[in-house]
Nanobody
Framework: QVQLVESGGGLVQAGGSLGLSCVAS????????MGWYRQAPGKQRELVAR???????NYGDSVKGRFTISRDNAKNTVYLQMNSLKPEDTAVYYC??????????WGQGTQVTVSS
């Protein structure tokens, strides 16, 4: 079992920045990947950014060049820095971890609202 606790969501004006954090309850050594997903009302959950154990990253097309995912293994934490936010970035953002066993876990989500 892995518990994930997200923080950092909130309300920001368009063009502004926010940073999200996700702390895992155990060492990230056994994590194949960690990522951020989001779900807006009436839409499917979509990939925002993902980082593998080897440090490879990939981003959703809509956030490339604006968002950056990073991690701190010593703190069991993955971060998402969001810049140049747009109203269409408004969603609940979820942290996800994929274990090397194939199991995956989700955080409770944190709301990000971007006003125009």
């Amino acid at each position: 079992q892995v518990q994930l606790v997200e923080s950092g969501g909130g309300l920001v004006q368009a063009g502004g920045s926010l940073g999200l954090s996700c702390v895992a309850s155990r060492s990230m050594v056994m994590f194949a990947a960690m990522g951020w997903y989001r779900q807006a009302p009436g839409k499917q959950r979509e990939l925002v950014a993902r980082i593998t154990r080897g440090g490879m990253t990939n981003y959703g097309d809509s956030v490339k060049g604006r968002f950056t995912i990073s991690r701190d293994n010593a703190k069991n934490t993955v971060y998402l820095q969001m810049n140049s936010l747009k109203p269409e970035d408004t969603a609940v953002y979820y942290c996800n971890v994929l274990l090397t066993s194939g199991s995956d876990y989700w955080g409770q989500g944190t709301q990000v609202t971007v006003s125009s």
